[in-house]
């Protein structure tokens, strides 16, 4: 907001400074505008004497000197420094800063969002769980992730579409379906064999047991088949209630086994065979992966007749192309690091651009309770569920937590701290600030003194506190167009985290109701326009913004 004024004042005067022949047009669009580590190093500092020296072989010193001439004329700038080898330092009038209030109230519940994504539409697939048992604490780091992803993608101006890939095909399905066999039997009493590989969770016996209660001993002699899809049902049913508890829902649901159906895989094989892609080897066909740069090729059809998983996935990714989405975003788990590159030789051998796919890879999650680590394994279901720390923590938690690190950074889900009602708790602290601005506006309301975004009251915001929260909330809109554009919602978190502390040393440093009136009035539109942004950035990412706590 108060930068992208900034960048247009620079830009002009660099204008002025071609058309009075100062410098070249050559570092146009290549200086930069930022804000300084420093307080004491301004409000903003450019660059551009040091890339216009090096374009046009001058002393960066003097170019500097000339643009801050030319930039001291602009009303809003107080004063211009050069400092170091040739930054430009810019301190802005401090009345620039109140003028954020204006549009905040204005705009309310949407402002920080923008257009930046130009309707372009998004498919963005995310949790796309096995649908082999209830969603672990993994799948919730990516169900939360990607729903984080969708919403900063989906208020940045793109047009979003949420997907799950529902695998629904190969081995694990197979396994399903005898697991839950062999609990059906041993359940009736009858002799079963239970596969070496096999899923142990008691959410098989539950499904066993639903079998016999509902039909008896009736699938005693049938194949799996009616097993696994019985199975299958009541999963999926679990991970879509599971989904909606933390407020996360799909436009569709893409099953792996419509692209045996459809034929699509057997097109992919025939148009890479066509190319010379792929060979036979060891009763095998292989994909030459290594032709795009791969150390060695990949099986996609093991001797068994079974595809690897390489090869539905570029069938599933060809479709996404073929159904017209100008940007395909993956939320996969670090184990797929391995495979993605695959996937992509696949996609490029296709015909397809695969720099319009992104995959966000993220690392996995370590419960920690009373300070020790919680064991986990999926295959004997001693994992967490979702469930479990939904009803142990609750659902903001859930969601913050998880959104604390950045996706390629490990998270130690600390169980206590999530739980506690302070402001050790970061996701107390941030509510809390929301909360406590909820109950300053009762009380002034008690007392009488309202405000306006029209009271020209604004004047009386001068302590540095003030401007700090000034400063920060005129950075919301490009935090957040920053989030959407690299795909990381975790700097909403962080902003959030920063914006409380700022607003919390406020708080306890200032009394924003107090015996002169107009000063009461200030800070309350002051902390009007810090509440909706503290609501609107919790709701971006999927939280309450509590009035009481």
């Given amino acids: 907001m108060i930068k992208s004024r900034v960048k247009k004042i620079v830009d002009r005067c660099f204008a002025e400074g071609v058309a009075q022949g100062y410098w070249s047009i050559g570092a146009e669009g290549r200086f930069t505008i930022e804000v300084p580590k420093r307080e004491e190093q301004g409000d903003f500092s450019t660059n551009f004497a040091l890339v216009a020296a090096g374009i046009d072989k001058r002393k960066?010193?003097?170019?500097?000197?000339?643009?801050?001439?030319?930039?001291?004329?602009?009303?809003i700038i107080a004063r211009v420094e050069i400092a170091g080898p040739g930054f430009i330092n810019l301190f802005l009038s401090k009345d620039v800063w109140a003028s954020v209030l204006a549009p905040i109230y204005e705009q309310n519940e949407r402002f920080g969002q923008s257009d930046i994504g130009h309707g372009r539409r998004v498919l963005v697939e995310f949790v796309s769980a096995n649908p082999t048992g209830p969603l672990s604490v993994g799948h919730g780091r990516?169900?939360?992730?990607?729903?984080?992803?969708?919403?900063?993608?989906?208020?940045?101006?793109?047009?979003?579409?949420?997907?799950?890939?529902?695998?629904?095909?190969?081995?694990?399905m197979r396994v399903l379906g005898e697991s839950t066999k062999a609990r059906y039997l041993e359940l009736l009493g009858l002799p079963n064999t239970f596969p070496e590989d096999g899923y142990q969770g008691d959410y098989i016996y539950d499904i066993a047991r639903s079998m016999i209660e509902s039909d008896g001993d009736r699938y005693k002699d049938v194949e799996i088949t009616a097993f696994r899809d019985r199975a299958q049902q009541a999963i999926f049913a679990d991970i879509d209630a599971t989904l909606k508890r933390i407020g996360i829902g799909f436009d569709t649901y893409f099953n792996e086994h419509t692209l045996y159906e459809d034929g699509r895989i057997d097109e992919v094989v025939n148009t890479?065979?066509?190319?010379?892609?792929?060979?036979?080897?060891?009763?095998?066909?292989?994909?030459?992966?290594?032709?795009f740069g791969q150390e060695q090729d990949r099986v996609i059809i093991k001797s068994t007749g079974e595809p690897t998983y390489r090869l539905p996935d570029i069938a599933y990714h060809c479709d996404k192309f073929k159904r017209g989405f100008d940007w395909m975003v993956n939320v996969f788990g670090s184990d797929h690091i391995a495979t993605v590159p695959d996937v992509l030789a696949g996609i490029r051998a296709m015909g397809y651009d695969d720099s319009r796919i992104t995959v966000v890879l993220y690392q996995f999650v370590t419960l920690l309770r009373d300070g020790k680590q919680v064991k986990m394994s999926t295959r004997k279901a001693t994992f967490v569920t979702v469930d479990e720390l939904v009803d142990e923590v609750g659902p903001d938690a859930l969601r913050f937590f998880f959104l604390m690190r950045k996706p390629d950074n490990l998270i130690e889900f600390d169980l206590e701290l999530a739980k506690k009602q302070s402001q050790e708790n970061p996701v107390f602290y941030v509510q809390y600030a929301h909360a406590r601005l909820c109950s300053i506006e009762r009380q002034a309301g008690e007392q009488g003194i309202t405000v306006t975004a029209e009271d020209q009251v604004f004047h009386r915001l001068v302590e540095p506190e003030e401007y700090a929260l000034l400063k920060?909330?005129?950075?919301?809109?490009?935090?957040?167009?920053?989030?959407?554009?690299?795909?990381?919602?975790?700097?909403?978190?962080f902003y959030l985290m920063e914006l409380a502390g700022q607003f919390h040393s406020f708080y306890n440093k200032h009394k924003v109701l107090t015996s002169d009136r107009e000063l009461s009035q200030a800070r309350l539109l002051l902390c009007g326009a810090l509440k909706r942004v503290f609501r609107n950035g919790l709701g971006l990412i999927g939280l309450s913004a509590p009035e009481s706590m």
């Fill in 142 to 172: 990516n169900a939360v992730l990607g729903d984080a992803i969708a919403r900063v993608l989906a208020a940045s101006g793109y047009a979003v579409h949420r997907e799950y890939y529902f695998n629904d095909a190969g081995r694990q």
């Fill in 272 to 291: 890479l065979r066509a190319k010379g892609l792929v060979y036979e080897q060891e009763g095998a066909t292989w994909f030459k992966t290594s032709e």
């Fill in 472 to 493: 920060a909330m005129a950075d919301y809109p490009q935090l957040l167009a920053g989030a959407a554009a690299d795909l990381a919602p975790h700097r909403v978190i």
């Fill in 60 to 75: 960066p010193l003097d170019l500097a000197g000339q643009l801050a001439e030319l930039l001291g004329k602009d009303p």
